[in-house]
């Protein structure tokens, strides 16, 4: 289930030319990639899409993951043709953050379309293939924004079922032609495994894409990362990532199940300064593998608020790393917390300053009234487990 | 502002208008009560 929102404008909205994946690749390799002397085999790939993410007024981060230590190039410009660059930025690939890379590109113009190419380079200087990606920028102005949220990825070993299409929900968000996505968190499940098959109450058969990191629980660097991988296999999510920046949260399932900083750790417990090395293991692959800006001094720090234009300021929180850990496991929850401290305090600090007609909270948790009688639902008002 | 449910074939399931106070200050007002 994905969920658009449009402000409404008098200025008429924009038409973008969305195209499949495929087609906008072999646009941008006229220019960019010249003829090669070695074997495709040879040369970098882009093992996991281009994603673009965190789109202000004028910056955005580009995200891609290489299939060997490379150094990824990404050119942009106002113009599909890219004729004209605008802005040139690379950074290294290494086995350290399994080949991801993430670049921010600032002194972006605002309100515009801006299309990037993103290449990886070997060691030894060889380019490999070219894919090409799109976001727009924030506006300067009070013009129309439209913008799809959703969550909860391959959840309960529904996996990639290629006879059904896919993850469809993406195609049908990129047919909304959104300026941007709010992934509210459970973008993988890590404590569910994915089966080759599942079966259906009608009787029919789900049949799984299946991979060795994603069928079973994760506990190690490599089966997290593995979990964003498996979701990267589908079309339908690449397509998406490449032509919509997302502005990504986490919640519980990126861990494991309705996770607390204390209370959470596998056999390998937790570090000197008291955190789990298990939450640690699943934040850094979460970092590597989103589109995600970083804090500089808050390293791993996922609540932010993104100024999208005089109209829009979006505020994304964590209900997660800083939770009371006794949260949902006791009776009296009179001096219990979500957001912590620090967070509480950013969050109020900002809401006022706010000055955008609409604030936008974006919470990976439900917010509900406080009722007396709740059951029917997970939120903070009901405390159940996040679904 | 325009809030639209959609399911996967991309139909409209709810849809709801809200209209814009900026002179509530909300953020203000939302701020006291968290």
């Not at chain 1, 990037?116 to 009070?142: C, L, M, N, S």
């Not at chain 1, 913008?147 to 959840?155: E, K, L, N, R, Y």
């Not at chain 2, 959609?6 to 939302?30: F, M, T």
Request: glycine residues 8%; hydrophobic residues 40%.
């Amino acid at each position: 289930m994905a969920i658009a929102i449009r402000a409404k404008q008098d200025v008429t909205r924009r038409y973008l030319l969305v195209r499949s994946a495929s087609s906008v690749a072999l646009a941008g390799l006229g220019s960019l990639a010249g003829p090669y002397l070695s074997r495709a085999a040879d040369r970098p790939r882009i093992a996991s899409g281009i994603a673009s993410g965190d789109v202000s007024a004028g910056s955005a981060v580009v995200w891609a993951r290489a299939d060997r230590p490379a150094r990824m190039q990404v050119e942009c410009s106002t113009l599909e043709s890219f004729k004209t660059i605008l802005r040139v930025a690379s950074a290294d690939a290494l086995p350290e953050h399994d080949f991801t890379s993430k670049v921010l590109l600032e002194g972006l113009p605002p309100g515009q379309d801006i299309f990037y190419r993103v290449r990886f380079e070997d060691i030894g200087g060889i380019p490999g293939e070219t894919q090409v990606g799109h976001f727009r920028t924030a506006p300067a102005d009070k013009n129309s924004i439209s913008f799809v949220w959703s969550g909860d990825s391959a959840g309960q070993g529904w996996g990639i079922d290629p006879a059904r299409g896919g993850m469809r929900t993406y195609k049908t968000m990129l047919e909304n032609r959104p300026d941007f996505f709010i992934h509210s968190g459970d973008h993988i499940y890590a404590d569910c495994p994915i089966p080759t098959e599942l079966k259906l109450p009608d009787g029919r058969t789900w049949r799984n894409i299946v991979t060795e990191d994603k069928s079973t629980v994760a506990h190690s660097l490599t089966q997290f990362r593995g979990n964003y991988k498996y979701n990267l296999l589908d079309a339908n999510l690449r397509a998406f990532n490449a032509e919509v920046p997302m502005f990504a949260q986490w919640d519980d399932h990126e861990v494991t199940n309705d996770w607390s900083p204390i209370g959470t750790a596998d056999e390998t417990g937790y570090a000197e300064d008291g955190t789990s090395r298990l939450v640690a293991r699943a934040r850094r692959a979460f970092f590597e593998f989103m589109p995600i800006r970083s804090i500089p001094g808050q390293e791993g720090r996922v609540y932010r608020k993104i100024g999208y234009g005089p109209l829009l300021d979006v505020f994304l929180i964590d209900m997660r790393s800083y939770r009371d850990s006794t949260w949902n496991k006791r009776d009296d929850r009179s001096d219990t917390f979500i957001l912590g401290p620090m967070q509480l305090a950013w969050l109020k600090r900002e809401l006022a300053a706010s000055d955008a007609t609409w604030k936008v909270i974006a919470a990976d948790l439900p917010i509900g009234l406080v009722r007396g009688c709740s059951s029917s639902a997970a939120s903070i008002s009901t405390a159940g487990p996040a679904p | 502002m325009t809030v639209t449910l959609k399911d996967v074939h991309n139909r409209d399931l709810w849809s709801v208008e809200i209209a814009p106070q900026p002179d509530a200050r909300p953020g203000r007002l939302l701020a006291q009560h968290i």
